[in-house]
């Protein structure tokens, strides 16, 4: 059986990974909500205009909702679907895109209902990296008490001989 864990992380990814494949979407193309693409458009172009040094090198409120949004997208759907480290990778790009996302809503003054989603999406990126990368820590402690348990194992047969 699975332990819990393995079970949270694997849950975590996946919500994770669909919310972000949804919302990825919606910067991307009018198909799934037109309303929420437009808010999308209109939310950019404060950005852009809160961040005149991104006209200067040649980013416009377009492109920084097309770049954001396929890092979305992308991913998310790495957090869905890849196997074992490119998901730690994925999950860290996110949390700097919400860091990013928090930053943005900051700047234009925002009412924090209008950012509390990215708050709270980045928080759970934060628990979904730090319980992933937790077990990491582990096996070497494991690794290292069996290989105490040889080494006293080893004393004791000498002790005896």
Do not use: W
Request: hydrophobic share 45%.
């Amino acid at each position: 059986m699975a332990s819990p864990r393995t079970i949270t992380i694997v849950a975590l990814s996946f919500a994770l990974g669909l919310f972000f494949v949804f919302m990825g979407t919606i910067k991307l193309t009018p198909r799934l909500s037109k309303d929420a693409y437009s808010e999308m458009k209109r939310a950019y172009k404060s950005y852009a205009k809160a961040l005149p040094g991104l006209k200067k090198i040649g980013i416009s409120s377009v492109l920084l909702r097309k770049i954001i949004g396929s890092l979305e997208v992308g991913c998310g759907v790495v957090l869905t679907l890849v196997p074992g480290r490119p998901k730690d990778v994925a999950n860290f790009l996110l949390l700097l895109v919400m860091l990013a996302v928090l930053f943005f809503h900051q700047l234009v003054g925002d009412p924090l209902k209008r950012y509390a989603h990215a708050l709270v999406f980045g928080i759970l990126l934060t628990c979904r990296l730090l319980i992933a990368r937790q077990g990491d820590d582990r096996p070497e402690r494991e690794d290292s008490r069996e290989e105490q348990q040889i080494n006293d194992q080893e004393k004791n047969k000498v002790k005896q001989s």
